[in-house]
Nanobody, 115 residues
């Protein structure tokens, strides 16, 4: 199982970024996928989740209305569109797959929101 995130970077408050996570090593379309984040000195927290077919999503209250999770099962890819970014969104963002064998994580991608 491999999860590879990309798309992080430095952005000004109010800006946007789109994160991508390409998955391999398992049947992507059978599993829900999630994005988590971890800010310095804080615990890792769930940001968004999407069901296997993409029909249902849920979000942390802190990102509702600003972030959108989506997936393309033909490309084995899950996305996180982040709009109206705030300094408190600064964190390392991780892609997660919860499989029968256990939880799998990507290496993370840094998102920094600063002027």
């Amino acid at each position: 199982v491999q999860l590879v995130e990309s798309g992080g970077g430095l952005v000004q408050p109010g800006g946007s970024l789109r994160l991508s996570c390409v998955a391999s090593g398992f049947t992507f379309s059978r599993y829900g996928m999630s994005w988590y984040r971890q800010a310095p000195g804080k615990e890792r927290e769930s940001v968004a989740h999407i069901t296997p077919a993409g029909g249902r999503t849920n979000y942390a209250d802190s990102v509702k209305g600003r972030f959108t999770i989506s997936r393309d099962n033909a490309k084995n890819t899950v996305y996180l569109q982040m709009n109206s970014l705030k300094p408190e969104d600064t964190a390392v963002y991780y892609c997660n797959a919860r499989l029968v064998a256990g939880d799998y994580w990507g290496q993370g991608t840094q998102v920094t929101v600063s002027s």
